[in-house]
């Protein structure tokens, strides 16, 4: 079956994601409103699996404008193609350091980009498996390459996996959004946070995703 079938504007949408956002309205007065709020607007899959991760690295603790541009250099310097353009792993673990920090790379960017390479071209990171794979299971794998935390898991598993069910407690947006809806402006601690999201399973990527929309309207790109 396909996990994504496109609607009538061609945009691709999580099958799951309908369902879930009637689940939760029904469940949950203030996610009601918030789904309400924004209609007509869902997590769209963007980009192949090296390319999405090998962007989060690029744009850590760097505005998004800084990261654009380090991108667009590093796009030319491995030869990548297509739209969205996409960088190859084989390339990228070819070409030198010493490129790689003429395009903007700090040199430890630069070494995570080419672990992440690595494990790519290594069939360590290999997308035919991840479908077999329980979240837990792909986020102990994606944590492996250097410069991917958990929250970068996270966020690929969301954005990317369109996986239904993440609840990432350490992202300051949702720990945000939670203290202002449910908690009168105090934030939890994460294990108390992790407690509370149990309430919004086994859809807590789709909840995560509309308390983010109470915060910013404008759905993030990854």
């Known amino acids: 079956m396909d996990e994504c079938p496109r609607d009538c504007e061609g945009i691709v949408k999580p099958l799951y994601w309908d369902v879930a956002a009637r689940a939760l309205a029904d469940g949950d007065r203030v996610l009601g409103r918030l789904i309400d709020a924004h209609p007509g607007i869902?997590?769209?899959r963007r980009g192949d699996p090296f390319t999405t991760l090998a962007r989060a690295i690029v744009g850590q603790q760097i505005s998004v404008k800084a990261a654009q541009s380090i991108w667009d250099r590093l796009v030319v310097a491995?030869?990548?193609a297509g739209v969205p353009v996409a960088i190859d792993p084989v390339r990228v673990g070819r070409v030198r350091m010493s490129t790689l920090r003429r395009v903007g790379l700090s040199e430890r960017k630069a070494s995570y980009l080419r672990d992440l390479a690595r494990h790519f071209r290594s069939g360590t990171l290999d997308s035919r498996d991840w479908p077999a794979l329980a979240d837990e299971a792909l986020i102990e794998r994606l944590v492996d390459v250097k410069g991917i935390g958990r929250?970068?898991?996270e966020m690929f598993l969301i954005f990317h996996e369109l996986r239904p069910d993440i609840f990432p407690v350490g992202d300051i947006g949702l720990q945000k959004a939670v203290a202002l809806h449910y908690h009168a402006g105090n934030r939890m601690p994460p294990a108390e946070l992790r407690a509370f999201g149990e309430r919004w399973a086994p859809y807590r990527s789709?909840?995560?995703?509309y308390l983010w929309r109470s915060l910013d309207p404008i759905p993030v790109e990854y």
């Not at 789709?206 to 995703?209: D, S």
């Open 42 to 44: 869902h997590l769209v």
């Open 151 to 153: 929250w970068t898991a």
């Open 78 to 80: 491995t030869g990548g």
């Open 206 to 209: 789709v909840a995560t995703w």
